[in-house]
């Protein structure tokens, strides 16, 4: 999803979880990340709603790593699998998009907030032991390797 209303779809889901729920600002949530040309925007839908969303984005100054950021799911949504799927998404793209060599490898780099970290260890990333504070909410860092088949099979 790279058009406006996409984004426009992502932003108000966005705004539900972390401003509404988690007391993030709205100066905090959005940025300018949102309408960089390599930036990757998903959403997650259920019988024709939106229930998720997550953005890619990647940096031409670390070729072979990408960070996802901005997943968000709805509260009732939690456990649906809408997460799962997101991240699986990313991931495939990730390694698609911006894996590098044969086999195309990839790093997904993420911060994750300390309540979603056994989300993401059950997801296969190593979620490191050092806290830090983003807007007011404990995080960890948190890693992936993702490694793809040779390109000649």
Do not use: N
Not at 54 to 65: F, T, Y
Request: proline share 3%; no cysteine; aromatic share 6%.
């Amino acid at each position: 999803m790279a058009d406006q209303a996409g984004i426009d779809r992502a932003r108000k889901l966005r705004h539900e979880v972390f401003v509404d729920e988690f007391d993030v600002t709205a100066d905090e949530e959005y940025d300018d990340l949102d309408h960089r040309d390599t930036t990757v925007h998903l959403l997650a839908t259920r019988h024709g709603a939106d229930v998720g969303t997550a953005r890619l984005v990647s940096d031409a100054e670390r070729p072979g790593v990408v960070h996802i950021t901005r997943v968000a799911v709805q509260q009732a949504a939690r456990r649906s699998g809408a997460g799962r799927a997101l991240m699986g998404a990313l991931e495939a793209i990730a390694l698609a998009e911006f894996g590098r060599g044969d086999p195309p490898r990839v790093r997904v780099e993420l911060s994750v907030m300390e309540q979603a970290a056994p989300f993401y260890r059950a997801l296969g990333y190593t979620v490191g032991e050092d806290r830090h504070v983003e807007v007011r909410i404990w995080h960890r860092l948190a890693h992936k390797e993702l490694q793809g088949p040779l390109a000649g099979r």
